[in-house]
């Protein structure tokens, strides 16, 4: 019995998302390392592939189930094998089937292979013909998005930009990467000009890349450039254009954007804090992979007073969130949104805020970031914020007109601009 490296690693991957919570933009880096070749590139389009239409998925498996409850790990495996028969035209449909036999048998689940093996011939005989309740029921398979995240969307964008936003969700985000310190000018010449790459249009210093070829994953895993989609470059190109002598960067680990801003900020110095002891390894490994030498690490609690006087004259506050923004990147997101954690994120983040403003200087400018499209954990925690803090006021960002909504904050959108959806605001402390 052999299973190919891909689909094994791709079932492995998914029942951890599934049934321990783990994120795919974790493990995926992490599984992938070890496979080579297709096997690569296969493991990548099933994870991904099968996230994005597991809503539909699970459609297809219920009407040939009758709806029968099944377990969880004979239904992730359904659900890869419904994947490959739909999405995967170059894979033939005996492969989806036998591998998925296979994944059943070595998954201790001898007993359903049978069932596997006839679920999905059925499939390929008679596809079933789905039947919606309405037009709401009919976008949430059609886009794997539940009803609760579309109703929210609708309410907050109206009912077509909500559609677009799921579907943008579901198309491949672009490969965007930027220079770090130690990035060779002569490689990025020699990519340019071979057409591997070209510059970003939407942040200077940024690059898009049609595929991950070899020379640019050694590349990034010598730290000589670094992946990070253009939204979120973009925070930390912001919150670089206000330095001037000291800036403190609240919630910064993994580091991709305290690194970008050490980068672009080179003379200054740069203080960059989290509380977890694993985050803090993980910033202190990206730092020395790009060699970020001129930030100095702090542990704390962000929700706490924070150990520093009012000495910093920028800082930036890229808030724990929802993450909704970045469901192009990380699929499963879109299944776990809950309205009370929203709450509970706000209130996280205006702690956060308050703290860091204690610790501006007069005429300082305190940036707010996250990756969420919602308004509860955006706009509502600014507003809160001045409503307590009379002293400060929103200031505009030059550069960022494209994206700049009438009051100044900025926002990017998968479905407006191909890049992921990040809400920004600088507060100016009032001399």
Known sequence: MKISPARAAAFRILKKIELDGGLSAALLPETESSLVGADRGLCHALV??????????????????????????????????????????????????????????????????????AILREFVRDEPTLEFADEIDRLVVETSHPASLLARWSSQFG?????????????????????????????????????????????????VAENLTDELRELDADGRIYFQDEASQLVGVIAAKFVRHRILDVCAAPGSKGSLIASLSADREVIAGDLPAKRIEILTRLLRKQQASNVRIVRYDAERPLPFAPVFDTILVDAPCSGTGTIRHNPEIRYRVKADELERFQARQLRMLRNAADCLRPAGNLAYSTCSLEREENEDVIAGFLAERSEFEVVKIDGCERFTNADGTVRTYPDRDGIDGFFVAVLRRKT
């Open 48 to 117: 991904l592939g099968t996230l994005r239409r597991q809503i539909l998925l699970d459609r297809y498996i219920d009407a040939l189930t009758g709806g029968r409850k099944l377990d969880r790990e004979v239904r992730i495996i359904l659900r890869l094998g419904v994947f490959q028969l739909k999405f995967l035209e170059r894979v033939p449909p005996h492969a989806a089937i036998n591998e998925s036999v296979h994944l059943t048998r070595a998954a201790k689940k001898a007993s359903a292979s049978g069932f596997v093996n």
């Open 159 to 207: 009912a077509e930009r909500a559609a677009a936003i799921a579907n943008a969700n579901n198309e491949p985000p672009r490969l965007a990467f930027r220079r770090t310190p130690r990035t060779e000018e002569v490689s990025i010449s020699s990519l340019i000009n071979s057409g591997v790459i070209r510059h970003s249009e939407f942040v200077s210093g940024g690059f």
